[in-house]
């Protein structure tokens, strides 16, 4: 017998030397170290994605995304004497909810759910003549954490409802609800990339206006009072349409009331990939 045959061997030496079903005790060690780090991450993602984390003082539940603890930060945009609005708003990727019910002095008023200056908002606005100007623009997700509790991507907004306003909206990807029935158009214009998207302009009274719609990909909604004198000309690439309470006539819907001689509501409506629904309520 050998002298290294008679040296006696360290137990963690035996251990690596063992062999179970022709697989060596480290390479089951590995394997439950691996399995230990895959399940942490797991467990971290689901917290996340469930929002169980505590939350921290002072903040509360978004009402658009209810597994995530926001803090709303709340910016009111005055008039400051104009008797006309231009507002344009340009979010990357978030949920936008837009209508009207601003204060009375204010042409705009914008809650961000977050109070973290990373995620706030570039808005500039101006004055020129009778127009007050806003624009309202996402700076980006540069430096941002996967897993981030502070997300700013839900935008609650008001519009003034009386003085004639030029609107547009430019969503690259989320789900949008805007509800504007109750303001005072001039023109309207909106751009959404992805993501599904409900225009209400139920129980609109205000003057005659210009609309172009442009949807990429998701599901579009459109209403539309029954006694307006309304017509949309819809550019469909792939997908139903859904027509309720229209007079259809080839790519051109109009209300039961239209009156071509009378002011009309001129809507162009670009639908690329997704159901269109159109209602006249």
Known sequence: MSTDDQ???????????????????????????????????????????????????GQAVSPFRHTTILTPNTTVIPL??????????????????LQGGAPATALMESTVFSTAAVWQPELVQGINGSVK?????????KGKEWFAVDSPNNWAISLNDQVPLRLSVNV??????????????ETLKVQTAAGDTIIDLGGYHGERYDAVINCGVGDLTLRVP?????????????????????????????????N??????????????????????
């Open 172 to 185: 690259g990807a989320g789900d949008n609800l805007l509800d504007l029935g109750t303001l005072n158009l």
């Open 226 to 258: 029954r006694d307006s004198n309304t017509r949309i000309r819809v550019h469909n690439a792939l997908g139903d349409i859904d027509n309720r309470g229209f007079v259809q006539d080839d790519d051109q819907f109009v209300t039961a009331v239209f």
């Open 7 to 57: 040296k006696p061997r360290h137990p963690l030496c035996m251990a690596c030397n063992l062999q179970i079903g022709g697989i060596s005790a480290t390479r089951i060690i590995l394997w439950l170290v691996a399995l230990t780090i895959i399940s942490f991450f797991i467990g971290f993602g689901i917290l996340a994605l469930s929002g169980d984390f505590p939350p921290q003082p």
């Open 260 to 281: 071509s001689s009378q002011a009309v509501n001129e809507i162009t409506l670009n639908q690329g990939i997704g159901s269109l629904t159109l209602e006249s309520i």
């Open 80 to 97: 400051d004497g104009a008797t006309e609005g231009d507002v344009r708003i340009t979010l990357g990727a978030g949920d936008l909810s």
């Open 133 to 141: 100007s806003v624009t309202m623009t996402e700076k980006g997700h």
